[in-house]
């Protein structure tokens, strides 16, 4: 294949990759959904508090705590949760049908945007099937399906633990 043919395919295979995400990003989410004993809602400020058995759903995703802080914009759009719970939990359903990503810890961050992100705090687990890892901080970057862990803790000490299995070819026919 010549240079020239090359470089236009090169090109058509980035630009429909980049329409296919553009098309991605750009389909609204659902609405949130919260359940909690008790909520605490200030539209002007764009932040709510919800305590007790808090259960956040969207889509796909669920997170769960003791106490939840919800941050939103001017336009009521997610942008941030916090949550600590004993453990605070988050699980995501794959579209493409993958086993769904678990994660634990006793503080967690959730970024809705910029880009989407789950950090796990003080000492967290992040796993989907049997495939695992746990640190002190770790930060799974939901779109890209990256994960970045952390062991180091307050006392300097602390590593990563991290179990991948070698993913197992369908035997259907």
Do not use: C
């Not at 020239?4 to 090109?11: E, G, I, P, Q, T």
Request: net charge negative.
């Amino acid at each position: 294949m010549n240079k020239k043919v090359y470089l236009l395919s090169l090109l058509a295979f980035l630009t429909a990759a980049f329409i296919v995400t553009q098309s991605a990003a750009a389909e609204p989410r659902g609405p949130v959904q919260l359940e909690a004993d008790t909520a605490e809602v200030d539209d002007a400020q764009g932040i709510s508090i919800y305590r007790g058995n808090v259960i956040l759903t969207r889509d796909n995703t669920r997170i769960t705590g003791s106490v939840m802080w919800v941050y939103t914009d001017t336009n009521r759009d997610l942008q941030r949760i916090e949550v600590e719970g004993e453990p605070a939990t988050y699980r995501d359903i794959p579209v493409d049908g993958e086993n769904p990503r678990h994660a634990e810890s006793p503080r967690m961050e959730y970024y809705a945007a910029g880009p989407e992100r789950i950090v796990l705090l003080s000492g967290g687990r992040l796993w989907q099937g049997d495939n695992e890892v746990t640190g002190e901080t770790i930060t799974h970057f939901v779109a890209e399906g990256r994960t970045v862990a952390d062991g180091t803790t307050a006392d300097g000490a602390g590593r990563v633990s991290v179990t991948v299995f070698p993913e197992q070819e369908s035997t259907d026919e």
